[in-house]
């Protein structure tokens, strides 16, 4: 799929993902997973701003950057609702340039199973991140339930049409396969949701 069409695909389901933010949908693992971040931070593939109302606002400033205009003008919003201090790109992650080693967190929450070569984009985040500057992921993958993964096979070719995303990505095989040294993985809903704290290095 070429990248205008998946950018259209993401701005028509942008209300969707205001809704969703402002229902703190899967609030429990966003809350788990991000209660320490800190300092200059980095959240790729932002969307609507949906892990905005877990940052604490007085530890952090934000540059955010999501390709859909949609989604950003919502995140945009959201970060102004809240009192978050941050900044927006419009801009594809898996061409990015950003400066190197510059960003204490980088925040990445149901991303990887959207981009073309998520390894690449996950070692881009290493370089963006300062040496040992912790890395916060929250992404669906493979089940380690057989029949559920044979499911996620099956779905994935109207998974990718209908809403732009892979459903069968390996997470655990990306993340070893990428520079960033993971400090602790959690795995719910028979596996498919993967918490992982990760460290640049
Ligand atoms: C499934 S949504 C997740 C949004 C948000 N992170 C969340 O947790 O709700 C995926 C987001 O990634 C963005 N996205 C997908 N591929 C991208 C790319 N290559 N560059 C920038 N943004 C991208 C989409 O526009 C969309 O906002």
Redesign the pocket.
Known sequence: MN?NS??RK?NKQAAR?ER??RQRS?GEWRQRLLQDVEGHVL??????G??FPFYNRSKVDVTA????PE?LSRARQMASELGIQATFQE????T?ELPERSFDCVV????L???KDPVKALNQINRWAKPGGRIYL?EHGMSTNRLLGYAQHLLNPAARRI???HYNRDMIEIVDASALKVVKTERYWNGIIHLIWAQAT
Request: hydrophobic share 45%; proline share 0%; glycine share 8%.
């Open positions: 990248k998946l950018i993401f993902y969703n933010t899967l959240e790729v593939a932002v969307g609507a949906a892990n950057v999501d390709f859909s989604m801009q594809d992650i898996e990015l990445s929450t149901l991303s199973c959207g981009y929250l809403s732009g995303c």
